[in-house]
């Protein structure tokens, strides 16, 4: 098998597929953004459709459930103009004996073009990649622990429409790294587009080894890693945590690391707070701070369609330049 | 009686500190002469070749009885003789598990129909490998089994562990663990290190090999067992069973041969043939492996577990575990000599150290049974699954082009294997 990053690009080095952040060049992570900003002018008028993919068939494949992210990709198929089929695939479906190869190749008889695909295993989204009938795109919508690169890109884009670009910001990100592919999504756009510094805060327990082999550095206290940090990213702490020996209470985590607004005053003036959402009000961030005049968290969710139709449109154009050259 | 010449081979026996170019007389199954211009009924001119002693595996998965789709004790013991194996031992984790004198009947019949490499059988430690009830172990050594072994499934806690190396020592019967901690290694599928950081797989941690191995090694110094350790993945495991041994605990140990072939970097594009147990580690401890091997404190194992090609097609995690060892296991071993492993320590960490594990001989001495292997050094081929004998098509070297093949393996006297 070849290196993710690879398996997403055509031999010119555009996009077919979009399963991970890392390893893509700074070009083309600036050409979604730019690609999105110029959706989100589109979807402030009457008519918020462009044609981009009529005709085409997405199919929205989700393993795990997930209504806001499926329904922010199913938005924006339809404002693509595309044909949109959601299947919810519970685990259970597997688990009967059928594989998740047979789930695909009775997929491929449907003649679709896209699929949107969420599963709890790292990689999965890859796997469908490599094994799928060329000129079917494979949007990852989420895969484990590895990635969720759309969710990333949505960040980006929050932070250099406020920020008016990424290179030279600090930005934080605390909380549960461990079981974040989020989090691993960002360090790798952040990085590529040229954030000055990328740090992960976390207690021990959450932090996975050798993180700062990805590009960030990791801080235990929130009075060191917040210190003059110019965008705070909050990951949301999951209930589990606490059956699984690592971490002893939500009221412990969030003294320690939850966002209130004095431990906020420790970043710059104007840093921008942000969470990929749903919140957990009084777990990782305190209703102040989150309804604040220094959030961005409902911004981020609007921009989530645009960033949406970006990845979409350019992996189904990558699939047909390729089909071309063929 | 009938006589059989091998002539001008290079002999290498690192048990009799041999590596010479001689002739080598085989007549009624044993070793009948050694030395120059050897007369005999038969002979083949074996110049350039190299002959060393049968190779045994200390641990390979036969998949049979259970799971006959991933193979049988008749393909993957005619791949082991392919590779030089002339004895394998046979783990015990197949369905039903080898924990009753009936399976290991079964195996060994199985075994002897094959005629291929004979099969070792390991007997269950626990009744279902399920690490809290002890197996019949007297019973099974009595069927054949030539040690106990709990495959890689978990002993309940550590009373069972104390009570079953004492149980074993009682009758003398040789103890194969793994050092494996389960909960530390609970839901992880590869090396915990940057690696999985990266490609956010959970991680199986090196203390899940080294704390488990400090219990098992302080439980054992308490009693007098004949105790190996199979499959270590971790330098610091290499440190540990020096520090018994300089003690007195003569503790030996085997590694698998892919984890002297690959470190966690493989995984990276999530290449499902490199889920294996162990987990492959870093280059670290590779290369201290490796040092082992050279120095003679390690025997090598197959580790082999045949798997049907949809075991694989997977997403990482949920793939199955383990490569195909057997058909390409001498080609890709040989790879490893250059600097820090010659010929000599490569040969000997296949058959005089797994012979002693074992209370056996692996020598080409004169009267010894004629368990041998001739080698072409420099026959290069490319590695198909179209050409497998396993059944498992889940290889790591597939399309690579491997030099050194074995052109004929001889067990008790008749060849069990050669070449085209």
Partial sequence: ????????????????????????????????????DSFI??????????????????????????????????????????????????????????????????????????????????????????????????????????????????????????KQQIEGQVVAIVGDILHSRVARSQIHALNTLG?????????????????????????????????????????????????????????????????????????KPDAIVMHPGPINRGVEIESAVADGEQSVILNQVSYGIAVRMAVMAMAMSGQQTEENAQ | MSSFVIRQARLIDPSQQRDEI???????????????????????????????????????????????????????????????FTHVCALPDSKPVADSAAVIQLIREKAEQAGSAEVLPLGALTQGLEGEQLANMFSLSEAGCVAMSNARQPIKDSYVLRRLLEYAATYDLPVFLTANDAALAAGGCMHEGPVSTRLGLAGIPETAETAAL????????????????????????????????????????????????????????????????????????????????????????????????????????????????????LPLAMSLLGEQLDISALVRSLTQLPAQVLGRQANLALGSAANLVLIDPQQSLTARRSELLSRGGNISCRGEVLTGQATAVMRNGHWIYQAD
């Avoid at chain 1, 690879?6 to 031999?11: G, K, M, R």
């Avoid at chain 1, 590009?215 to 589990?240: N, S």
């Fill in chain 1, 1 to 36: 098998m070849t290196h993710p990053s690879q398996v997403q690009l055509t031999a010119d080095g555009r996009l077919k597929h979009f399963l991970t952040t890392e390893g893509l060049s700074r070009e083309l992570l600036t050409e979604i953004l730019d690609t999105a």
């Fill in chain 1, 41 to 162: 002018s589109t979807q402030e008028r009457a008519v918020k459709k462009v044609p981009l993919l009529r005709g085409k068939t997405v199919v929205n494949l989700f393993f795990e459930n997930s209504t806001r992210t499926r329904s922010t990709f199913e938005l924006a198929a339809k404002r693509l103009s595309a044909d949109i089929l959601n299947l919810d695939i519970a685990r259970s479906a597997t688990s009967k004996g059928e594989t998740l190869m047979d789930t695909l190749w009775n997929l491929e008889a449907m003649y679709s073009d896209m699929f949107v695909v969420r599963h709890a295993d790292s990689g999965a989204a890859h796997f469908i990649a490599e094994q799928v009938t060329p000129g079917v795109a494979i949007i990852n919508a989420g895969d484990g622990r590895h990635a969720h690169p759309t969710q990333a890109m949505l960040d980006m884009l929050t932070i250099r429409r406020h």
């Fill in chain 1, 195 to 267: 954030a000055a510094e990328v740090r992960v805060i976390g207690p021990a327990t959450l932090l996975p080894r050798d993180i700062e082999a990805l590009g960030a550095k990791a801080y235990y206290r929130m009075e060191d890693g917040l210190k003059d940090c110019d965008v705070v990213i909050m990951l949301r702490l999951q209930k589990e945590r606490m059956q699984n020996a690592l971490l002893p209470s939500e009221s412990e985590f969030f003294k320690l690391y939850g966002l209130t607004e004095q431990k906020l005053a420790l970043a």
């Fill in chain 2, 22 to 84: 001689t002739d080598i007389r085989i007549a009624g199954g044993k070793i009948d002469a050694i030395g120059a211009d050897l007369s005999g009924s038969n002979s083949i001119d074996a110049s350039g070749l190299w002959l060393t002693p049968g190779f045994i595996d200390l641990g390979g998965h036969l998949a049979e009885p259970g799971y006959t789709q991933k193979g049988s004790i008749a393909s993957e013991t005619k791949a082991a003789s392919r590779s030089g």
């Fill in chain 2, 214 to 329: 400090a219990q098992i090694i302080l439980l054992a110094e308490q009693v007098p067992v004949r105790l190996h350790i199979s499959q270590i993945s971790c330098a610091r495991s290499i440190a540990m069973l020096r520090n018994a041994r300089s003690r007195g605990h003569d503790i030996t140990a085997d590694v698998p041969l892919a984890n002297l072939l690959y470190t966690q970097d493989t995984v990276h594009g999530y290449n499902s043939q490199f889920h294996v147990q162990p987990p492959l580690r870093s280059e670290d401890d590779r290369q201290a492996l490796l040092a082992a091997v050279a120095a003679g404190e390690l025997a090598i194992s197959s580790n082999h577990r045949p798997h049907e090609i949809a075991a694989k097609k997977a997403p990482f995690a949920d793939a199955e575990a383990g490569l195909s060892m057997y058909d390409y296991f």
